[in-house]
């Protein structure tokens, strides 16, 4: 009998990004992404300043709606049912702790996020629906071992805690998007669609990353959703990135 290899090579990778994050954020101070404060990575005066900035489009036009619904006539443009995000990312402030948290993955970083998420969805709460329950998007599994964590899990845990109600991870990602800067939009649409493959779910599902943009890919997930069984797909995001100009 050999030895118990109790660190399989995923893990092993994982631990390796945490200690090479956690030895770089030893030698580089941080400063306050709000006011440049040393030591923190947002101080709580900068945190209680920041306000959701809500932004109402149909996920199927573009195009301002009420409560960020997808209009009737819009239903056959996009499997989402709605596109809902709190806060703008053309703020330093949101955008900096975004991406601070994919690059360090900081548990104080977490916790803000998570404060973050959790006060978004409490002034947003009558949009959600009733009796849904909530899936992260999945990053591809490789890049989710190089960076040790999903930021889409760490806010849906936060909206599944806000909402009360259950978490759930029917979705697995295929391809990597990287492959899609090569290719035509045409290329690129497809790949996305079929990107997501969904085990069997039912009733409505509240769809979470951490960033929307174009929504192209939330929209691909919904649709792998949807043909596995979900009712209604609405899209939570915790910061939007391209405000008006939101085009799906
Ligand atoms: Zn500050
Ligand atoms: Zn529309």
């Known amino acids: 009998m050999g030895e118990v290899d109790f660190w399989t090579m995923d893990n092993e990778q994982w631990t390796i990004s945490k200690i090479k994050r956690a030895f770089l954020d030893a030698l580089f101070p941080i400063f306050c992404l709000g006011c440049k404060r040393e030591g923190v990575w947002l101080c709580s005066d900068c945190q209680s300043a920041i306000r959701p900035l809500p932004l109402f489009l149909c996920p199927g036009c573009g195009r301002m709606s009420p409560g960020g619904t997808t209009h009737l006539r819009c239903a056959n443009a996009t499997p989402l049912s709605a596109l809902i995000s709190p806060y703008h990312y053309a703020s330093p402030v949101i955008r900096g702790l975004i991406k601070d948290y994919k690059y360090h993955g900081a548990h104080d970083i977490e916790k803000i996020i998570t404060g973050l998420t959790i006060s978004g969805v409490d002034k947003l709460r009558t949009l959600f629906p009733p009796g849904a329950r909530v899936a992260a998007m999945p990053l591809h599994p490789s890049r989710e071992r190089a960076r040790g964590f999903n930021q889409a899990a760490t806010i849906a845990a936060a909206v599944s805690r806000a909402l009360q109600i259950e978490i759930v991870a029917p979705l697995k990602r295929k391809k990597r998007t990287e492959e899609q800067a090569r290719l035509t939009p045409a290329e690129r649409r497809e790949n996305c669609r079929r990107a997501f493959t969904s085990a069997p779910v039912t009733g409505d599902i509240i769809l979470v990353d951490d960033v929307v ?7 691909a997930a919904a649709s792998a959703l949807k043909a596995a069984g979900a009712r209604r797909v609405f899209a939570f995001a915790l910061a939007h ?6 085009k799906i």
């Open 213 to 219: 943009t174009s929504g192209e890919t939330m929209a």
């Open 241 to 246: 990135g391209r405000g008006d100009r939101l």
